[in-house]
């Protein structure tokens, strides 16, 4: 029994079941992030998954369960890095909050921009709610003096990214997330869509018309 650790049998079931229980936890963390998630960005979710299927997709699982969805599809879908992608901008904040003493206030109307930075600082990382992240950015900026009780926000500015399949100087197509408020231009050239970033980089969609992919860049 001295040496049972070193047994193959042993090893073998430790790496299985550690490997069984890193699946349960990454489980757990995506259907925390789904359940979090607005309807609006599910669907962005699902669309990312296949460019001609996504639509599909998105109309038959957009309300369901993240784990009654199949794995072909969720294998497919960045969940924690759409997720992380949704909350980042900035926001408008009115909210009612304690000081150290127990007395009530209101403020209206405030800014406050959420980070790439928030998220990797806050408690449960890309699974913590946007609230939960204004809430925290507000209590920072008065040095943790006040206690927000109720609020309510809306956005100012964020970054909305939508799913694209571009052929790259190899000549070999991947899919890519542009943010589409850096986009300057789109036209069609010949048989494929050209888009232009405010940097002057240019994306080329193959064999796509420019009327099809205008209807998904507005989803």
């Not at 990454?26 to 609006?40: A, C, G």
């Not at 000081?99 to 209101?106: H, I, L, W």
């Not at 939508?162 to 300057?184: R, S």
Request: hydrophobic share 35%.
């Amino acid at each position: 029994m001295k040496n049972f650790e070193q047994h193959p049998l042993y090893r073998k079931i430790l790496k299985e079941e550690t490997q069984r229980a890193q699946r349960l936890i990454f489980e757990y963390n995506e259907e925390r992030i789904w359940n979090l998630m607005t309807d609006d960005e599910k669907e962005d979710a699902l669309l990312s998954a296949d460019d001609d299927m996504g639509p599909d997709f998105a109309d038959e699982y957009v309300d369901e369960d993240w784990l009654d969805i199949p794995d072909v599809i969720k294998n497919r879908i960045d969940l924690v890095t759409l997720s992380r992608r949704s909350k980042i901008g900035k926001y408008k904040v009115s909210y009612v909050y304690k000081d150290t003493m127990g007395e009530k206030y209101r403020a209206n109307d405030e800014e406050y921009e959420i980070t790439q930075d928030d998220i990797n600082k806050s408690f449960d990382k890309d699974a913590t709610s946007l609230e939960n992240l204004l809430r925290g950015a507000i209590e920072k900026d008065m040095g943790d003096s006040i206690n927000v009780m109720k609020f309510d926000y809306k956005i100012i500015m964020q970054q909305q990214f939508i799913p694209i399949t571009i052929t790259d100087t190899a000549d070999t197509t991947k899919t890519i997330f542009i943010n589409t408020n850096l986009v300057q231009s789109v036209h069609q050239l010949n048989d494929d869509v050209v888009v232009v970033a405010s940097n002057q980089q240019e994306y080329i969609i193959p064999n796509t018309n420019i009327q099809v992919f205008m209807d998904r860049f507005k989803q």
